[in-house]
Structures are given as C-alpha cells and as structure tokens.
C-alpha cells in the first residue's frame, strides 16, 4: 500500500463515509486535509480547534479503528489546526486517546478534547408528526420554511428560538415534532428532547419536592434541541420561568436550538416575565394561521392518499369548504365519515358528508355569486361596481378588482371566464394572472392578506 498521506487518507474516508450520515460527513471529514505520515504518526489538519473537540468526541472510536484497519495498530493520530491562513502557520496537537503514557502511570488529567459521554435519551417524538404529511400552504410557509433549516443545521441559524404561534389544531405540534424528526435523521449524535410546558412543570415541581433541582437544570442544559410546546402555560409559575430563564440562557449561548410553540404571540402573553418574552424574540417569531381551502384541500387529499381511501373530488371540497378552523377536525372528519360508512354500509358521498360534518360544525347555506362576491369586496373598498369594471389602472381599483376575481374562483364553481365576464368584462387569462398576483401578496404582505381574509369571513356569514 501506498505511503502518501493523501492516498491514505482517501482509503480512510471511503471506510467512514459509509458509517456517518452524508451531512456529518460533509461537516466534519470532507474539509480535513492529510499532512503526512511519518515514523507511524499521521498528521491532519483541521480547520480549527473546535474540530478536534467535536472529532476526538464524537468520531473518535470510528476514526481510530479506520486508520488502524488502513495502516496499522501502532499508528499515532495528531492533528494540525490551522491558525494563520496566510502564512500557513499552525500548532499540532496529539489526540487525546493517543498520547503515550508511562508504564504504569495513572494520571488524574483530563483532556480538554474529552468531554463525559452522555447516555441516549428518548427524544419523546412523535415520528409520525413528520414534514413528509406537513402539507405546505400560505398559512405554515414560513414556519415550515424555517423549520426545515433548522433541522439542517440546528442551533447555526438565525431562527433561534423559533417561537411558533398560532390557534389550537392549526399544525404547531405537528412542526415542533416535524423538526425533531428531522434533525435526529440528519445529526443522530444530537440530544433532542420534546416536552410539553405542563411535563416541564410537573418535573420541576417533583425536583424541588425530591431536592434535586441541580439534577434537574443540568439535565436539561445538556440538550441539543428542546422544544418545548404550549409555553404559555408557564404564565403566573415565577419558580419554573426563572428555571427555564437560566436553561434557555444556557443553551443559546452555547448554540444550542431552542423551538417553543405557543396560542398566541409573545407581545399578547400575560402572566410571564418580561426578560422570558424578550428572549422568545430574539430569533424568529412565526404565526400559523388557520388553513385556506386550497391548504384545506390537500391536506384531505393527502391523508386519503396516505390511507388508500376512494372518496370523490366533490366530497373533499365540500369537506374543505365547510370544515374551516384547523386540521384536527378535518382529519377527525374522515375518520367519522369511514366509520359511519363502514358501519352503516353506506357509500361515502356528499349526503353523508353532509351528515357527518353537521355533528363538527354548523354548515351554512352558502350561495355566493360572482355578483355579490364582487359587491362586498367593493363595499369593503368604498368603490362603485362601475368602478372595477372600467379599464381604469387605479392602484386600488386593479388591486380590488384582482381580489373579486380571486375569491370567485375560491369560493364559486364558476368557470374562469364566466367569472372574467362579470368583473369587467376580462378573459380567463387575466383571472389567471389576477389569482397569481393576489396569492403571491398574501404570501409576503400580512396586512393585504388580513384585508382579503375579512372580506372571506364577511362573505361566508352572509
């Protein structure tokens, strides 16, 4: 076998490639460079010191048994950490698992490179709460956005904490898992932990009963990623948010991830202190709100895909067209709509539908037309119908009559170009074009997307 660092190193990488995920691999052993071998030493250089920590603590084992396998038992690990780019200046540092020892020597010394291993926790996760059934849609875009990244690389991100809010059944739980899932895929070495805030405050209470508080802050200023759920419930308990003040000052300041969920924002929660809320902003603050038809809609598709269920197009809209406030009760509609056809030997079709979602929620009588829809979104504005009906380039008159367009297609069954004709005379390409633009600005712009949501819920009272 060949004696040249390079080449040994390559055989190396091909043994460890093939035991670390691809992303560990990439973060960790692709930037390392192999120096030489000489007299039994071989000698890498890293990019820096923190990358004999992490390596000497979590590759260790993996990387010593490699170049054993590669060039023999008696070789020496030592790395070169690279500290003037420029000038190619650098110190060389033993491994700590390979420093010699006397014979007979017992030293009390312990390396700055070896840290307690810690034994594996259960991460408390619910892997069925993934991001391959979190179905995306305006409502969850950013969060879920956000979420992803942080599972890539948790605790380097500018999203630390995520703080995600929004109404009960709207997805929060979902994510929070979906991130946990994710992240323990990706970085398996990672301590994740998921706990709900009411958990967190049972095992607090049990530690002061027990006198083991030290235990308990140090347990959980061991974790990589906490997430933590429904944090509003620490409202008025001062002994838990001073414990967790000191647990989240803990982790973030050593890059640690912080993910916490709440029902409402951290300007609107009362009952907590006020250097825990101006910590829950420090990263990124995300609102789900509830789902629109179209998220509505794909997510009934999704689960009766995923449950290899046959139900008609006409049945999954009316679902998403009556069933409006979260996810729960349009998952808990399918299944009471299969249980009362299986038991009742029934085919599922609107008639039942409509029986089975009149028990979750009121289902009203809606009979809105282009005419009226255009009506209320010009009431809304303080426009005449005359107006949006010119060619008129008016800012507010296009953006008015791009909104009428938009709701008719959500909200009636009429074809493009009959929806066209009645606001102004237009084709179907411009509704087309009028629905893109209209969806795109709910996207970026929380106030057009409040303004266009009234005038839905105004419309679907009537």
């Known amino acids: 076998m060949s ?8 055989s190396c990488l091909n043994v460890i490639k093939d035991n670390i995920s691809e992303a560990s691999y990439n973060t960790w052993f692709a930037p390392i460079v192999a120096l030489k071998y000489e007299n039994n030493i071989f000698v890498l250089q890293v990019p820096s010191q923190f990358f004999v920590e992490y390596i000497e603590e979590k590759y260790i084992d993996l990387l010593r048994m490699t170049i054993f396998r590669v060039m023999g038992s008696n070789t020496r690990l030592e790395y070169r950490v690279l500290i003037d780019k420029a000038s190619g200046k650098g110190t060389q540092i033993p491994s700590a698992t390979e420093q010699p020892k006397p014979k007979n020597f017992v030293s009390n010394y312990i390396s700055p490179y070896h840290k307690q291993q810690l034994p594996e926790i259960d991460p408390q996760l619910n892997p069925s709460y993934n991001f391959n059934n979190l179905i995306e849609g305006n409502s969850n875009k950013l969060a879920r956005t956000a979420g992803i990244s942080i599972a890539n690389e948790p605790g380097k991100t500018i999203f630390n ?93 050593t890059g640690k991830q912080l993910i916490l969920t709440s029902d409402r924002a951290p300007i609107t929660m009362a009952g907590l202190e ?66 009362h056809s299986t038991l009742t030997d029934k085919p599922i079709d609107v008639k039942l539908a409509e029986k089975v979602v009149s028990r979750i929620v009121v289902v009203k009588n ?36 791009q909104i009428a367009m938009y709701l008719s297609k959500q909200m009636t069954k ?27 600005l709910m996207d970026i712009d929380k106030s057009f997307r409040s303004s266009v949501r009234e005038i839905e819920e105004k419309l679907k009272q009537k």
Not at 221 to 235: G, H, M, R, S
Not at 306 to 328: K, W
Not at 381 to 398: H, M
């Open 161 to 253: 904490p995520l703080f995600v809010y929004g109404q009960s059944g709207v997805g929060k739980t979902h994510l929070a898992n979906a991130i946990g899932v994710m992240t323990k895929q990706l970085h398996p070495e990672k301590r994740v932990l998921y706990v709900s805030a009411n958990t967190f405050q049972i095992q607090y209470t049990d530690a002061i009963r027990s006198n083991t508080a030290n235990d308990f802050l140090n347990f959980y200023q061991t974790i990589d990623v906490l997430i933590i759920d429904d944090i509003q419930e620490f409202a008025g308990k001062t002994g838990t948010q001073n414990t967790f003040f000191h647990i989240f000052n803990h982790l973030h300041q």
């Open 366 to 401: 809606r009979s809105n037309t282009v005419e009226k829809i255009r009506d209320a979104v010009c009431e809304y504005f303080s426009l005449s119908v005359d107006a949006i009906s010119t060619k008129s380039r008016k800012r507010e008159v296009v953006q008015a009559r």
């Open 3 to 10: 004696n040249q660092p390079e080449e040994l190193w390559l």
């Open 414 to 440: 009429n074809s493009l170009s009959s929806i066209g004709f009645t606001i102004g005379q237009r084709d179907h390409a411009t509704v087309l074009h009028a629905c893109k633009i209209v969806t795109d």
């Open 274 to 339: 006020q250097r825990l809320l101006t910590r829950f902003k420090w990263g990124l603050s995300a609102e789900i709100e509830k789902p629109d038809f179209d998220l509505r809609k794909a997510i009934l598709e999704n689960k009766i895909y995923r449950d290899g269920l046959e139900i008609s197009p006409e049945v999954v809209d009316f679902i998403a067209e009556n069933v409006v406030d979260n996810v729960r009760d349009l998952e808990g509609t399918l299944v009471s709509l299969l249980a």
